[in-house]
């Protein structure tokens, strides 16, 4: 059993920056590929970015590719989103995920454990 908390998340301008994490619970968290996705009001959840479970293997959605950039530490039980440039489309819910592989998935239904989500609002 995973338990994943994100916390990060806020109101910026455009063109800025914010930092989420996703703390994970569980001994075993470098077991796990984990990604982050996005579900903006009416929308569906979609896939933002993912990482594989040593953290040398990242996969990125074309609209945060150059932008955002997603790492982990496993000794802290912590994955990151580093969001850059940030743009009024970005605003969404941002959820973290845990997916029982090394391997990630871009698919949220690949994915076992889900954190609750934070509010990241952009403003132009």
């Known amino acids: 059993q995973v338990q994943l908390v994100e916390s990060g998340g806020g109101l910026v301008q455009a063109g800025g920056s914010l930092r989420l994490s996703c703390a994970a619970s569980g001994r075993t968290f470098s077991s796990y590929a984990m990604g982050w996705f996005r579900q903006a009001p009416g929308k569906e959840r979609e896939f933002v970015a993912a990482i594989n479970w040593t953290g040398d293997m990242t996969y990125y959605a074309d609209s945060v590719k150059g932008r955002f950039t997603i790492s982990r530490d496993n000794a802290k039980n912590t994955v990151y989103l580093q969001m850059n440039s940030l743009k009024r489309e970005d605003t969404a819910v941002y959820y973290c995920?845990?997916?029982?592989?090394?391997?990630?998935?871009?698919?949220?239904?690949?994915?076992?454990?889900w954190g609750q989500g934070t509010q990241v609002t952009v403003s132009s």
């Open positions: 995920a845990a997916r029982a592989s090394l391997y990630y998935s871009c698919y949220p239904n690949e994915y076992d454990y």
